[in-house]
């Protein structure tokens, strides 16, 4: 009788191990899923090394240099960190400024917006991004492609920047801080193209 007892004991306490075991994986299986893509990319530092490194691929590739030719290249990065930061769930907030009107005048075709995915894929690969993370992301950046493109029914590459294109102001240095990317008064994005 008595080892009957001491059996059962011994059951039940290996049920409430196993129980709590099982708990605390599903814990921090949770938190793993509720890591952002933000914080999965590898934060800030990351995404300034992805965006340094698809601008200086987007310089180099004749299949859309052309439409960078009147801009001001920090200004674009700063501002592609801060949106790529506020899209994956960053502590940073979304640039004021619509893509419709960012990209308003820069005749950006299908063909054109698909050779910078490429771009961009190959430095996503260059920094050995994960699958799962990789495709998050396009993903997201994909459902943009209808408000860059003004025109979609072209394949073409290599397309001129029109003549009458008006490029952002320059930011002053100030305004494109680590602090302002983070700012949610969202610095410099006030003024109209
Ligand atoms: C989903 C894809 C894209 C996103 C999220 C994106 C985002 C941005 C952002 C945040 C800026 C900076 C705006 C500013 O400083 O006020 C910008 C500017 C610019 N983007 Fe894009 N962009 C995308 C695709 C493209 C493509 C495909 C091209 C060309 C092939 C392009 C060409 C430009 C140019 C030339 C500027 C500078 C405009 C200026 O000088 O005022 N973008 N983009």
Known sequence: MLKMK?????????????ATAAAQDSMSGGQIMNKSLY????????LKGVVDDVVAR??????????????????LKFHLVKQLCAVTGGPCKDIKRTQEKIHHNLKITSGE???????LVATL?????????KTEL????????????EVPDSSATGTP?????????PL??????????????DQGMKKKP
């Open 39 to 46: 914080e999965r990319l590898g934060g800030e530092a990351a």
């Open 125 to 133: 690969d260059k920094f050995n991004v994960p699958a799962p993370e």
């Open 172 to 185: 002053p240095p100030e305004k494109m801080t680590a602090e302002k990317l983070m700012d949610k008064k």
């Open 58 to 75: 987007a310089a180099a590739d004749t299949r859309i240099n052309a439409k960078f030719g009147k801009t001001d290249i920090p200004r």
């Open 138 to 149: 396009l993903g997201i950046l994909g459902s943009l492609k209808s408000k860059v493109v």
């Open 161 to 169: 920047l029109p003549d009458n294109f008006k490029p952002a102001k």
């Open 6 to 18: 001491r059996l059962a004991l011994a059951l039940c306490c290996f049920s409430l191990l196993a």
């Open 113 to 119: 917006f698909d050779a910078f995915v490429e771009d």
